[in-house]
């Protein structure tokens, strides 16, 4: 069975940090692109951060630039999203999905119509 776990999420007060795994099953990573995206409350799922498979290049969404950051370890199957700083909008379920895209650039955020597997979401809550 194909799938994708998050985990690591959790309640943080505003200003702490979070540290997020997808982990893969039945499939290796190494050869697809990985997205993170988040759904808040009330709103839209949005593209949070991107990492492609060859040389680990990234996109990050302007709202998270320089607090997060997205990474993989191919050895352990898995892709990490860092969270630092992390404010009262930043409260989503975060959700992982994979791509197969060998090319893909690293540049720009990935289609969420074009991702292949996702995972079903871990919440991360922002509140003093």
């Known amino acids: 069975q194909l799938q994708l776990v998050e985990s690591g999420g959790g309640l943080v007060q505003p200003g702490g940090s979070l540290r997020l795994s997808c982990a893969a099953s039945?499939?290796?990573?190494?050869?697809?692109?990985i997205g993170w995206f988040r759904q808040a409350p009330g709103k839209e799922r949005e593209g949070v951060s991107c990492?492609?498979?060859?040389?680990?290049?990234?996109y990050y969404a302007d709202s998270v630039k320089g607090r997060f950051t997205i990474s993989r370890d191919n050895a352990k199957n898995t892709v990490y999203l860092q969270m630092n700083s992390l404010k009262p909008e930043d409260t989503a379920v975060y959700y992982c999905?994979?791509?197969?895209?060998?090319?893909?650039?690293?540049?720009?955020?990935?289609?969420?119509?074009?991702?292949?597997?996702w995972g079903n979401g871990t919440l991360v809550t922002v509140s003093s």
């Open positions: 990492i492609n498979s060859s040389d680990g290049s990234t």
């Open positions: 039945g499939f290796t990573l190494d050869s697809y692109a």
């Open positions: 999905a994979a791509a197969w895209m060998p090319y893909y650039s690293g540049t720009y955020q990935l289609p969420q119509y074009g991702m292949d597997y």
